[in-house]
Nanobody, 117 residues
Framework: QVQLVESGGGLVQPGGSLRLSCAAS????????MNWYRQAPGKGRELVAH????????NYADSVKGRFTISRDNAKNTVYLQMNSLKDEDTAVYYC??????????WGQGTQVTVSS
């Protein structure tokens, strides 16, 4: 079955950095685009970053452009989110996501990122 397991969240001070990882299994990872979403307390889930199957193209929410970088290692079935210059408003649960044709949307369990001094 499809599994997405996020890791790397935690508590960080404003201006700090974190690197999230998402280990994927149960589907052909290398041919599927991947996404990172986040959900802050009291808000809806928003798309943070997207990467194509080979990693040649990426897209970001305006709020994280220039600070976050999505990447992937198809040999390790893992997608990453490098987060730099973190701000209080980046506090959220971060989710890994894949949309499989004919099957639907899949999510990991999420990893909490808290930015606070």
């Amino acid at each position: 079955q499809v599994q997405l397991v996020e890791s790397g969240g935690g508590l960080v001070q404003p201006g700090g950095s974190l690197r999230l990882s998402c280990a994927a299994s149960g589907f052909p990872f290398s041919i599927n685009p991947m996404n990172w979403y986040r959900q802050a307390p009291g808000k809806g889930r928003e798309l943070v970053a997207h990467i194509t199957s080979a990693g040649g193209s990426t897209n970001y929410a305006d709020s994280v452009k220039g600070r976050f970088t999505i990447s992937r290692d198809n040999a390790k079935n893992t997608v990453y989110l490098q987060m730099n210059s973190l701000k209080d408003e980046d506090t959220a649960v971060y989710y890994c996501n894949v949309i499989l044709s004919g099957l639907g949307w899949y999510w990991g369990q999420g990893t909490q990122v808290t930015v606070s001094s």
